[in-house]
C-alpha cells in the first residue's frame, strides 16, 4: 500500500514537471502569471520542470525502497507539500484570493499529497 500511494504522487509530480519543461507558459498562465520571456520560461522550467521530474525519481525510488529510503523521502516530500499549502494559507491571509481556483484548488491537493506520503511513510 505504501508504494502505491508513494507512485501516484510521484505520477502527480512526473506530470507537473514534465508540462512545465514543455509548456512552461501553460502551466503558470492559472495564476495570472506570464512567461513571455526565454528567462521566464527558464525560471518556469527550472522550478515546475526539473523540480517536479526530480522529486518524481526521488519517490520512485522510495516508493522501491531502494537503499531504504522509503520513509525519509516521504516524509520530505510530505513536508515540501505541507510547506506549499502553508504558503497558500499565508497568501490567503494577505491577498485574499477571491476564486477556489487555482489557489485553493491546489491547496487542498498539496495536503492530500502530503497526507498521503504521510500515511505511506507511517505503514513503510
Known sequence: MAALLIILVALFFAGM???GL???ARLVAPFGLTADSPTARAEVRAVYGGFGVAVAALLGFAAFD???IRSVAAVVVAVALAGMA???IVAGLVDRPQR???VWFYFVVELVLAG???WAASIS
Open 86 to 88: 502553508a504558503g497558500r
Open 66 to 68: 531502494v537503499e531504504g
Open 116 to 118: 498521503m506520503l504521510a
Open 100 to 102: 477556489f481556483y487555482p
Open 22 to 24: 514543455v509548456m512552461p
Open 17 to 19: 514537471g514534465l508540462y
